[in-house]
């Protein structure tokens, strides 16, 4: 009687091994789908050297590869929307633009005269008195005034001119977002770089590791993790009049799940971090539950990246972000060095898949917790017969 009690709760208990308490698929469902988990398909890619290769050939994102301008500022030239005075130096008195002499009091009389502020038209000219419409959006102030005295010869008494922008608004930076008092920022005429314009904006209200800086260039956005700024003074490259700053708070994480010993959204806390670094940081491989060979990272890549790692994917045909599976086999001595080699980027998901013989302790609990009392009622009723 006991063998057969046996012998039937073993079958149940084997036969649902399936609907077993895990924390996700194992080795074997991942690499071997079956035909009723085989509806989203994903692609596999076992990671070798091959591979990391091509992996770690992809562009990441930077300011200076972006832009290009590792160099110093550029000249300050005069813009549309900025306000420009001019003032007006004669030689001798009673000119255009000086007062006449007093001879009551001997007095040699005003010899200058200011030019109200203006702002650059859009066609980008300013009004000047006898020498008209005075185009001087693209030029610097030496420029202008050189512009300036050509016109004037003949009919101011050797004129000297002095052109300032009182209000440089072309040469300004926008700043938004995580910053203490966003608005324009002025740049100065020896150069602002990204960390100059921020401080001059107050500061991130957010910590460094989880800003992220995105800069708007006429129409290209590029967006860079601000510590990486900060750790990279190639990075830290030099603004240009109407750049707009944006600053926003976008913590890098990435998710542990399965036999790990964390899981849940860890934060990267530096500028860049790989697989080796993840698996520590979420508390390594639990040596009871781990399959050594069941090392996972699922990420969305472009069909771009994916054929160049594995041309002869199926799923390149499909457009738009391509789910992967990156496996790594950390049972292979090769594997360790290999996990340090590929970058984490932000929203991966790290899993670790149990070990087989996990399942099956699962399964010899569950048949122990249901044939215990069975055989221990089988056992009472045997004492009356």
Do not use: H
């Amino acid at each position: 009687m006991r063998v057969g009690l046996f012998v039937i709760l073993s079958a149940m208990t084997l036969a649902g091994c399936s609907n077993l308490p895990a924390s996700g698929p194992s080795t074997s469902d991942i690499v071997s789908p079956s035909a009723e988990n085989a509806n989203f398909n994903f692609e596999l890619i076992d990671l070798t050297p091959a591979s990391l290769a091509a992996l770690n050939s992809r562009a990441v994102d930077s300011f200076s590869g972006s832009f290009g301008d590792r160099s110093g500022a550029v000249e300050t030239r005069i813009g549309i929307g900025d306000f420009v005075a001019v003032t007006i130096w004669e030689a001798g008195a009673g000119g255009l633009f000086s007062a006449p002499l007093t001879t009551d009091r001997f007095s040699p009389g005003s010899r200058t005269a200011t030019i109200p502020e203006q702002a650059v038209a859009r066609d980008g000219t300013i009004s000047v008195p006898y020498a008209g419409r005075v185009k001087v959006a693209g030029k610097t102030a030496a420029e202008v005034q050189s512009t300036i005295e050509e016109r004037l010869a003949g009919k101011a008494i050797q004129p000297q001119i002095l052109v300032t922008v009182s209000r440089p608004v072309s040469s300004t930076v926008a700043v938004t977002g995580e910053v203490a008092t966003g608005g324009r920022i002025p740049l100065s005429n020896r150069g602002d770089r990204i960390l100059d314009v921020i401080a001059a904006a107050g500061g991130i209200r957010a910590p460094v590791n989880e800003t992220e800086i995105r800069l708007m260039r006429g129409s290209r956005s590029v967006a860079v993790p601000m510590i990486t700024v900060v750790n990279n003074p190639r990075e830290n490259i030099y603004l240009r009049g109407g750049d707009t700053l944006t600053l926003v708070r976008n913590p890098r994480t990435f998710i542990a799940a399965g036999a790990t010993g964390r899981n849940t959204d860890i934060p990267f806390d530096a500028d860049a971090m790989n697989l080796a670094q993840a698996i520590a940081k979420s508390g390594g491989l639990l040596d009871f539950r781990a399959d050594p060979e069941g090392v996972f990272l699922y990420r969305f890549e472009s069909a771009e990246l994916l054929r160049r790692v594995k041309p002869d994917s199926p799923l390149l045909g499909r457009g738009g972000r391509i789910p992967v599976v990156y496996r790594v086999n950390l049972r292979d001595p090769n594997g360790l060095f290999i996990a340090q080699g590929l970058r984490m980027q932000r929203g991966d998901i790290l899993y670790v898949s149990n070990a087989p013989l996990t399942d099956l302790q699962k399964a010899f609990s569950v048949f122990q917790s249901l044939s215990s009392p069975v055989v221990q009622g089988a056992s009472v009723a045997g004492r009356f017969y």
